[in-house]
């Protein structure tokens, strides 16, 4: 048994120098990978990673159509931000809105066959860049403890019933 006081729930729960140099080391990471992936597909398709990201989730989904809030739900923007972005889309001739059949007030964006054309002469440099930037530089156990790490992350973010900007 141990005489030590148990820790006051209003004082901060600082982070300890092994969880600084992690946290910093995480943040460093990050932002270096999403500048390099940016950067890449800015210059090998004209687009941010955000961009690509939602073609991707179109040319994933059913007949290559995905309503406006669930596309916001699985790409974790806000809906503002997804019509802002789908807007661009549009104007590229990559994507076409579409008024959902089931829904009156709802809509759907719909990849067209030009979005999908730039999505497969894409994806083999997004695939080799991030290949270069992640997993070339892990061992096959490291990639393992990554999606551990990383799924038990989001899984306690993403809370149920939470006020998520995406679910707005």
Not at 3 to 26: F, I, M, V
Not at 89 to 97: D, I, M, Y
Request: hydrophobic share 40%.
């Amino acid at each position: 048994m141990t005489n030590e006081p148990a820790p006051d729930p209003a004082e901060p729960r600082w982070l300890s120098a092994g969880e600084q140099a992690a946290w910093q080391a995480y943040l460093h990471a990050t932002t270096l990978l999403e500048d390099h992936l940016d950067r890449q597909l800015q210059r090998d398709a004209g687009m941010p990673h955000i961009y690509y990201a939602l073609l991707v989730q179109l040319s994933e989904a059913p007949r290559r159509r995905m309503r406006m809030t669930e596309l916001a739900q699985q790409t974790k923007i806000t809906r503002s931000r997804l019509s802002h972005a789908v807007a661009r889309l549009e104007k590229n001739g990559w994507v076409r809105r579409e008024d959902c059949p089931s829904d009156k007030r709802g809509q759907l964006a719909v990849l067209t066959d030009e979005g999908f054309a730039v999505l497969e002469r894409t994806a083999p440099g997004h695939v080799a860049a991030v290949r270069a930037a992640i997993f070339d530089r892990l061992t096959p156990e490291q990639v393992t403890e990554l999606g551990e790490i990383c799924g038990t992350i989001a899984a306690g973010l993403q809370p149920a019933g939470a006020d998520l900007p995406w679910l707005r």
